[in-house]
């Protein structure tokens, strides 16, 4: 079957929740390693320096409660990722900064446990509420670092600031450029799904055109010449009933016709003048006869040059636009002979079809009594696929469709095919 334009693009599939992040994954991995690894070094220190401290329950309770409360809620937020568009849930921060801080003004020690709570801070509040956070945490590190025993040293006090400073800034960077692609992507996505429309329009546009053109060519022209031929018998039955059942019977042959093609074009297949390998000049050849024999109107084929191989769909083209032009000439033209001449020119196959018909001006507007060229476009008629159908054949084969004719003077359709494909 023939198949109605491009292959449309499959639509395009939910980006994963964050629970199924691999990338989210290790990043909480890696903050809570961080985390507790400073918290185990922390309390480390504390206990070394501060052995006899009263506070040494106490930090070792917080330690402990940090050291679970921190990697649960972090499991929690991964477990149950927030819906798109909106941030973590804030409670496991908040408990896990109230513990941090208690736990700092116990033993400052503890301070540099910051530096996970920034990046976890920036990923789970909004910035107008995560910045305020960050700073009172940093805030918080510098006076940890003041109320360590000993000379106060100006580098320990001034590195927090800057640390938080820089991992805010690019935090807060690589956030506007993920919203960038974000907004990308759905515009992609949002253009994809409109580019897959649009080819099943243009496809389904392409289909009917085909069709359009088909029943034009055939069914069309078919049914016209049974009427003519049925009309004929009519009028001969009561007087020459041999002459009328010879007109029923071509009649009936020509219905039977356009059965075989009725079916072949459902199926896409080639025209059945052009099925069993023969070529193009025998099956116009066998046109002009039966045209000939049908209507009466003497038509001529002439074959000039060497044939030379078409592909299928060049051949199928040039016989529709034949017979189509062919029926125009019967219909409208009111010729008294026609011709059909196939010519190879080197680089192009040519076909004319002529008539000696009244003619008409190819630049005025079309008549219902043109010549080979009418399209007949009557509304009365229903018709009008004639020369546009004509041109839309060639144009998918790169040819061109010229029309030569003048009032009194017949018509000359010339419709030429490159023997090359048009690349283009």
């Known amino acids: 079957m023939h198949h109605p334009g491009p292959l449309s693009s499959p639509p ?15 990043l909480a991995v890696l903050l809570d390693s961080a985390f507790l690894l400073l918290l185990a070094t922390s309390l480390s220190r504390y206990l070394t320096h501060h052995p006899d401290n009263p506070r040494v329950p106490w930090v070792l309770a917080l330690s402990a409660a940090l050291a679970v409360v921190q990697p649960v809620g972090s499991w929690l937020a991964h477990r149950r990722p927030p819906a798109p568009g909106q941030r973590r849930r804030p409670w496991p921060l908040a408990v896990v900064t109230v513990l941090w801080v208690v736990l700092v003004l116990l033993a400052p020690s ?32 510098v006076v940890g670092e003041a109320r360590l025993p000993g000379p106060v040293d100006a580098n320990l006090l001034l ?45 389904t546009l392409a289909e009917r055109e085909r069709l359009a053109m088909e029943i034009h060519d055939t069914l069309a022209q078919g049914l016209s010449s049974q ?56 099956a116009l050849r066998s046109l002009a006869g039966r045209e000939s024999a049908e209507s009466g109107l003497p038509v001529r084929f002439h074959l000039d040059g060497a044939p030379v191989p078409l ?19 019967r219909e409208h033209a009111g010729a008294s002979a026609a011709a059909l001449t196939l010519s190879f020119l080197g680089d192009q196959a040519v076909l004319d079809i002529a008539d000696d018909g009244r003619g008409f001006t190819p630049s005025a507007p ?37 029309v030569e004719s003048a009032p009194g003077e017949g018509t000359v359709v010339s419709a030429a095919v490159p023997l090359t494909p048009d690349r283009r």
Do not use: K
């Open 12 to 26: 395009a599939r939910p980006a994963p929740p964050a629970a199924l992040d691999p990338d989210a994954g290790r």
């Open 311 to 329: 592909p299928a769909a060049a051949q199928s083209a040039l016989l529709r636009i034949a017979q189509g032009a062919l029926a125009n000439v």
């Open 227 to 282: 009427q003519m031929l049925l009309q004929a018998a009519d009028r001969t039955w009561d007087g020459d009933q041999a002459t009328a059942r010879g007109h029923v019977r071509t009649a009936a042959e020509v219905a039977a016709r356009n059965l075989a093609e009725a079916r072949r074009f459902v199926h896409d297949l080639a025209p059945a003048e052009l099925a069993d390998g023969r070529t193009l000049d025998q």
């Open 110 to 141: 503890f301070a540099w446990c910051a530096v996970p709570l920034v990046y976890t801070a920036l990923r789970t509040l909004p910035t107008p509420a995560a910045v305020p956070l960050v700073a009172a945490l940093t805030l918080l590190v």
């Open 366 to 402: 079309p008549s219902a009594s043109s010549s080979a060229a009418s399209s007949a476009p009557s509304s009365a008629t229903g018709r009008g696929h004639g020369l546009p159908a004509m041109r839309a054949r060639l144009r998918q084969l790169g040819g061109t469709l010229t």
């Open 159 to 203: 590195l927090p600031p800057a640390v938080a400073a820089l991992a805010t800034g690019v935090f807060l960077y690589m956030e506007r450029q993920a919203g960038r692609q974000r907004a990308l992507i759905a515009d992609l996505v949002r253009t994809r799904r409109e580019l897959a429309a649009t080819e099943r329009r243009e496809g």
